[in-house]
């Protein structure tokens, strides 16, 4: 599909993002200075769920390193924006999303995947049981919501679209609708919206609802694969080397608890941090949780993560072939996670 016939088909236009973040990395004084290392990462959460970071924080994995929750999002891209611009110390998105970001000059590496796909962690395009709607042509003119555009859901969309023969004309026509998750479901049962993209918990609670069914999924078109890490400012990594390594170490050793650890034990561990908190959050989707979806041992990143998203925005012409190599979008340096056996043992009783 040509870039041009849909500029809202186009992964985030992120050019001049990339030219302030860029400023930002040289003149940030995001911690670290003068030797002394922040010892914080601040960070964006999400409604009613529990990160990654926040698992590994009760767990004790973090050790001397405290999390600063800064407010919620519902969009990866916006979330490594506010990554990439100081506003936070970490940011979590689609790797194609950080593609972009990269290929537009912020200067922030991926150091860990965090979610990924499965055939217990992946996002459905549903529909109404009575729903028409059966195959790619027949989303012509009709609203997908999604959480966010330009990432993630509307780039399987467009897979979807693509490999259903539709045309770029066509395709322009499919209405992707920004939705928060949380939403996402009533929309659809009150026929606001033709198709939901569900993934996770709130998939599953709407699955056990009953009333819809599934279109296709991420995992359908895919396979497993993951699909989003978290990244960080090449100057946050450098003037805070302990505290990054802490961090990502931490965030690994909690995949694999999550891994080894019987679904209801993580689920009884993921409700208890909600309610402790205080954030006046439902914690009752959490029931629903099975996987993060992270393939890789300790969530280690490798080129494959980004290959297949590169080769995509260099089709669709959102970046130039060569502008950007797998190989440089992240790195492993901040991971002690050894693989060899699972640190789910005996993680700390102790609880931030």
Not at 31 to 52: C, D, H, N, P
Not at 232 to 241: A, E, G, H
Not at 253 to 279: C, D, F, H
């Amino acid at each position: 599909m040509p870039a041009a016939s849909s500029s809202r088909r186009q992964f985030l236009s992120l050019a001049a993002l990339g030219a302030f973040a860029a400023a930002c990395g040289r003149a940030s004084a995001s911690g670290g200075g003068g030797g002394k290392e922040t010892g914080r990462i601040r960070y964006q959460g999400s409604a009613g769920q529990v990160t990654l970071p926040e698992l590994a924080e009760d767990l004790g994995y973090l050790g001397d390193v405290k999390l600063e929750w800064v407010g919620n999002t519902i969009s990866g891209p916006q979330d490594i924006q506010s990554a990439a611009t100081g506003q936070t110390d970490v940011g979590g998105a689609f790797n194609g999303a950080v593609i972009k970001l990269i290929g537009a000059g912020a200067p922030v590496k991926s150091v860990i995947s965090y979610y990924g796909v499965d055939q217990d962690a992946y996002s459905g395009y549903y529909v109404l049981a009575d729903s028409p709607i059966r195959g790619p042509r027949d989303l012509i003119g009709k609203k997908v919501a999604m959480n966010t555009l330009g990432a993630h859901a509307e780039a399987l969309l467009d897979i979807y679209l693509q490999r259903g023969g539709l045309s770029a004309a066509e395709i322009a026509k499919v209405e992707p609708t920004v939705l928060p998750p949380v939403n996402t479901e009533q929309a659809l049962r009150q026929k606001q919206i033709e198709v939901a993209v569900l993934g996770g918990v709130l998939r599953d609670k709407a699955l056990a609802a009953g009333g819809i069914r599934p279109l296709f999924s991420d995992f359908d078109l895919l396979g497993a694969f993951n699909a989003g890490t978290f990244v960080m400012t090449d100057r946050f990594l450098k003037q805070n080397p302990n505290t990054s390594r802490a961090f990502v170490t931490g965030v690994a050793k909690a995949i694999e608890w999550s891994r080894s650890t019987p679904k209801a034990e993580v689920i009884a561990r993921s409700v208890e941090i909600v309610k402790r908190r205080g954030r006046n959050e439902d914690p009752a989707a959490l029931q629903y949780w099975k996987s993060f979806g992270v393939a890789a041992p300790g969530g280690r990143v490798s080129d494959q993560d980004f290959q297949l998203w590169i080769d995509w925005l260099v089709s669709h012409g959102d970046i130039k072939a060569g502008q950007v190599k797998a190989g440089d979008l992240y790195s492993n340096a901040f991971n002690g996670f050894g693989g060899a056996s699972s640190p789910a043992a005996s993680p700390s009783a102790s609880r931030s």
